[in-house]
Nanobody
Framework: QVQVVESGGGLVQAGGSLRLSCAAS????????MGWYRQAPGIQHELVAT???????NYADSVKGRFTISRDNAKNTVYLQMNSLKPEDTSVYYC?????????WGQGTQVTVSS
């Protein structure tokens, strides 16, 4: 059973920075993808960024140049460094881990950016 736990959300002013962390535990596939998604009220989950176990990355156009996803494979942890935050980045951010036999989501962490 694979589980993921997010941390690092909070309240920040526009232009500020936050770093989210997501730690996976359990039977993690050697080849896997971990990523961050966000969901604002009334809107479907939106991909923010993903990273493979080989460290290939993918970003939503809206966050390119501002957010950086990285991972520590030894710790099965993925990070999302968010810089130059905007009020429209306000959302619940979810971590997702996908492997050969699993596809799990975390419970989410709130990020609020004030103007």
């Amino acid at each position: 059973q694979v589980q993921v736990v997010e941390s690092g959300g909070g309240l920040v002013q526009a232009g500020g920075s936050l770093r989210l962390s997501c730690a996976a535990s359990g039977s993690i596939s050697s080849r896997n993808v971990m990523g961050w998604y966000r969901q604002a009220p009334g809107i479907q989950h939106e991909l923010v960024a993903t990273i493979t176990s080989g460290r290939s990355t993918n970003y939503a156009d809206s966050v390119k140049g501002r957010f950086t996803i990285s991972r520590d494979n030894a710790k099965n942890t993925v990070y999302l460094q968010m810089n130059s935050l905007k009020p429209e980045d306000t959302s619940v951010y979810y971590c997702r881990a996908t492997g050969s036999l699993y596809d799990v989501w975390g419970q989410g962490t709130q990020v609020t950016v004030s103007s």
